[in-house]
């Protein structure tokens, strides 16, 4: 399995990215993808995650400006960040379960990608 991100760059506060992954040759029995990140002196935190039913679940503080998708016949995911702001920097990546009952805990995901950063300058 091989989840290969992209999209990141630097931009102002109030700017917008896509972040894109692709997901290769995953064949587990369900699929729930997410998009955490990782901020320097911080802790990994879950953003945003597509459940394997269709639902979607976001952390607070990214809701009503991060929107989270997929084109499953492309095996693609994507996060839209809109209104960026600085504390959004961070070491983006994505991630996929085969759990059941997914969540934003980042043990519960088998497959990650290398990331791809993301910087907001004020």
């Known amino acids: 399995v091989q989840l290969v991100e992209s999209g990141g760059g630097s931009v102002q506060a109030g700017e917008s990215l896509r972040l894109v992954c692709v997901i290769h040759?995953?064949?587990?029995?369900?699929?729930?993808v997410a998009w955490f990140r990782h901020a320097a002196g911080m802790e990994r935190e879950g953003v945003a995650l597509?459940?394997?039913?269709?639902?979607?679940l976001y952390q607070d503080c990214v809701r009503g400006r991060f929107t989270i998708y997929s084109d499953n016949t492309k095996n693609t995911l994507y996060l839209q960040m809109n209104n960026l702001k600085p504390e959004d920097t961070a070491m983006y990546y994505c991630?996929?379960?085969?759990?059941?009952?997914?969540?934003?805990?980042?043990?519960?995901?088998?497959?990650w990608g290398e990331g791809t950063q993301v910087t907001v300058a004020a």
């Open positions: 597509i459940s394997w039913d269709g639902s979607t």
């Open positions: 991630a996929v379960t085969d759990s059941w009952y997914p969540a934003l805990i980042a043990s519960l995901f088998q497959y």
């Open positions: 040759d995953y064949t587990g029995p369900r699929r729930s």
